[in-house]
């Protein structure tokens, strides 16, 4: 963790450029540093995941209107000024990303972050050690 989940309407697939939209978003989550100047999220735990909805009803169902969900999950622990510079320098990056597309047409886009600590977590893979000189 921390794992990033971008949900949007299909329709602004064509010119939405999600795969950059990814990179663009786990590399603002690399950059992220506490107030001790510490990297706020191992580099081997971010992950940033896209998804086109399936199905969708957005506004007055013209479907001329598209939306755009990112959610952001992370392990309690650190402070809320973190918790809100993460979730800002997130809010920006997507802003960034999608203002070319924001001038063009109509569609919104939410950001949220959750903070909590699970029931259950199992982790297995060899990410973590592979970025643990970094």
Do not use: W
Not at 4 to 24: F, H, K, S
Not at 29 to 34: C, F, G, K, L, S
Request: charged share 15%.
């Amino acid at each position: 963790m921390p794992h990033l989940v971008v949900l949007y309407t299909p329709d602004l697939e064509p010119q939405g450029a999600i795969a950059q939209l990814c990179r663009n978003l786990a590399d603002t989550m690399v950059a992220q540093r506490d107030e001790a100047g510490t990297a706020v999220f191992p580099v081997g735990g971010v992950r940033v995941l896209a998804y086109p909805a399936a199905h969708s009803a957005v506004a007055d169902g013209s479907g001329e209107h598209g939306f755009v969900y990112l959610n952001l999950r992370m392990a309690r622990g650190r402070s809320p000024a973190v918790r809100q510079a993460v979730g800002e320098a997130l809010a920006q990056a997507a802003r960034a990303h999608f203002a070319p597309l924001l001038a063009q047409r109509h569609f919104g886009i939410t950001l949220q972050v959750d903070e909590g600590s699970e029931v259950f977590d199992a982790k297995v893979g060899n990410l973590h050690a592979l970025f643990a000189a970094c």
